[in-house]
């Protein structure tokens, strides 16, 4: 389904994964893009890499060459050198602009919770990027109620809750969302009935659309064109939210 509104995809992946052996080339996703209708995707790096520079320098060089169409996400080992760790997002942003952060716990067991991980919402907060923590698979790291706590503490930090916790948990993150008004909601995987039962609890202005791989980008932007709510509450999650949190 070609949307008819803009769309902001805030969930996609570029580059070479070591995990899944996935590869996603600029080329292969401006083309899936154009065929769904979408203007802007969030390209972020695979979280098991070869070396996460190279992928880094792969997003910035598609930033630049395509600053209408994509904006650029870091994605890192939180274990590396918490030096290594400051000055390499550093580098992203001075370098090529990028206006977000990604955690993944599932492949990064990193305790949220912990007074260890505060660098991680240190290192966003201070170059001005959202956080976006996978949520879902991966428990106990992965549970969305265990960025409440670093919500409250870091309250100016915009934390986007990726796959809003994957299904299963999607009701705990929309309770992290109803008591922090600084986290949003990454749509990826979830059934449209669960959308409607967020909606209920969580305004659609922090809410937001993304695919995480090409083969699901129809599907993830038809069922939100296809929810029984107002067009302006679609339109919030396709764009509005995600162009708010990441920048036009």
Not at 80 to 99: K, P, Q
């Amino acid at each position: 389904m070609r949307s008819a509104r803009r769309v902001f995809d805030t969930h996609t992946h570029l580059g070479r994964a070591r995990h899944s052996g996935r590869v996603a080339t600029v080329e292969g996703m401006l083309r899936a893009m154009d065929a769904s209708g979408v203007d802007r995707s969030l390209l972020i790096p695979f979280p098991v890499v070869e070396d996460f520079r190279r992928e880094h320098d792969e997003i910035g060089r598609a930033v630049k060459s395509y600053p209408d169409r994509f904006v650029g996400a870091a994605c890192l080992d939180p274990f590396v050198a918490e030096g290594t760790y400051r000055d390499e997002v550093r580098r992203c942003r001075e370098t090529y602009g990028f206006r977000a952060l990604k955690f993944q716990p599932q492949y990064q067991g990193l305790n949220p919770l912990s007074e260890r991980s505060g660098f991680l919402f240190e290192t966003a907060l201070e170059n001005g990027l959202a956080l976006v923590c996978h949520t879902g698979a991966g428990a106990p790291f992965a549970l969305p109620s265990l960025f409440i706590h670093p919500a409250r503490r870091y309250a100016d930090l915009r934390i986007v809750l990726g796959h809003a916790g994957g299904g299963i948990y999607s009701l705990e993150a929309a309770v992290a969302a109803t008591v922090c008004p600084n986290i949003y909601i990454e749509l990826s995987t979830l059934m449209p009935h669960a959308i409607l039962e967020i909606l209920q609890h969580v305004g659609a202005d922090r809410l937001m659309a993304g695919s995480d791989l090409p083969e699901s980008l129809e599907t993830e932007i038809g069922k939100i064109e296809t929810l029984p709510v107002p067009e302006d509450d679609k339109r919030a999650i396709l764009w509005d939210t995600a162009a708010k949190v990441f920048g036009e």
